[in-house]
Nanobody, 126 residues
Framework: QVQLTESGGGLVQAGGSLRISCVVS????????MGWFRQASGKEREFVAA????????FYTDSMKGRFTISRDNAKNTLYLQMNSLKPEDTAVYYC???????????????????WGQGTQVTVSS
């Protein structure tokens, strides 16, 4: 059984930084694509960032580039999202997701992913 577990969320002042983590556990770890999504209260789940071993590439939304960084620690089976210069608009539940394949046209679509964590709350105060 594969599990994704997010952690590291919390309350932070605007302009501050936070790093959230997603630990992958289970019988196997053979994901090709992993991503971060977020969902604010009353809003649709939206894409934040993704990493694929299929092309050894990272992908971000335009609003995240320069502020957010996705990374991977292979030894710890952990995916990270480093968030800097946080804004109140970044307040949301952040989810990690994974899939065992790569599709350059689907990596930003929540419906495409097959594994999900339970999310971690990030709150940015003004």
């Amino acid at each position: 059984q594969v599990q994704l577990t997010e952690s590291g969320g919390g309350l932070v002042q605007a302009g501050g930084s936070l790093r959230i983590s997603c630990v992958v556990s289970g019988r196997t770890f053979s994901f090709t694509t992993m991503g971060w999504f977020r969902q604010a209260s009353g809003k649709e789940r939206e894409f934040v960032a993704a990493f694929t071993w299929g092309g050894s590439s990272t992908f971000y939304t335009d609003s995240m580039k320069g502020r957010f960084t996705i990374s991977r620690d292979n030894a710890k089976n952990t995916l990270y999202l480093q968030m800097n210069s946080l804004k109140p608009e970044d307040t949301a539940v952040y989810y990690c997701a994974a899939r065992n394949t790569w599709n350059p046209g689907r990596y930003a679509s929540p419906e495409w992913y097959t594994y999900w964590g339970q999310g971690t709350q990030v709150t940015v105060s003004s």
